[in-house]
């Protein structure tokens, strides 16, 4: 467990999962805002991350 510049594509699907719970309970609390739509941009992006680290 050094630090030899390998991302775990596990560490983008938890911070996905992260920024869907944060996306939520803004969209909750405030509606839809800028930062529920930039919350949610950002997990779709991580989640995007994970499937191509994943798979390709």
Avoid: H, R, W
């Amino acid at each position: 467990m050094g630090i030899d510049g390998v991302i775990e594509p596990i560490y983008f699907l938890i911070t996905s999962i992260g920024f869907v719970i944060l996306s939520f309970i803004q969209y909750k609390k405030t509606g839809k805002t800028l930062e529920t739509i930039y919350l949610s941009i950002l997990a779709v992006f991580f989640i995007v991350c994970f499937i191509i680290l994943n798979f390709y």
